[in-house]
């Protein structure tokens, strides 16, 4: 069983950082790809950035040039780190990976974007 634990989402002033980790049980490689999912009230979740097991990468049009995506392969730990925030940012945020058989999921890291 695949488990992601995400941690680093917390509450910043618009215009503020933050970087979010999710470490895998599972080495990366075994994964087709990984990134980062968010999901607002009442909102669907959205894709918002991916890293493929090649690293490449894609951002949603709505984080491009504020959001990086990158991977530690030692300690198995996926960040999305994420200046420039926006109170449209304010979201649950979700590791995902995906090998070639199962989605899988973290249980989510909350990030509030507020004055």
């Known amino acids: 069983q695949v488990q992601l634990v995400e941690s680093g989402g917390g509450s910043v002033q618009p215009g503020g950082s933050l970087r979010l980790s999710c470490v895998s049980s599972r080495v990366f490689f075994s994964f087709r790809s990984m990134g980062w999912y968010r999901q607002s009230p009442g909102k669907e979740r959205e894709s918002v950035a991916r890293i493929t097991v090649g690293g490449n990468t894609n951002y949603a049009d709505s984080v491009k040039g504020r959001f990086t995506i990158s991977r530690d392969n030692g300690p198995n730990t996926l960040y999305l780190q994420m200046n420039s925030l926006e109170p449209e940012d304010t979201a649950n945020y979700y590791c995902?990976?995906?090998?070639?058989?199962?989605?899988?999921w973290g249980q989510g890291t909350q990030v509030i974007v507020a004055s």
């Open positions: 995902h990976a995906s090998d070639w058989l199962n989605d899988y």
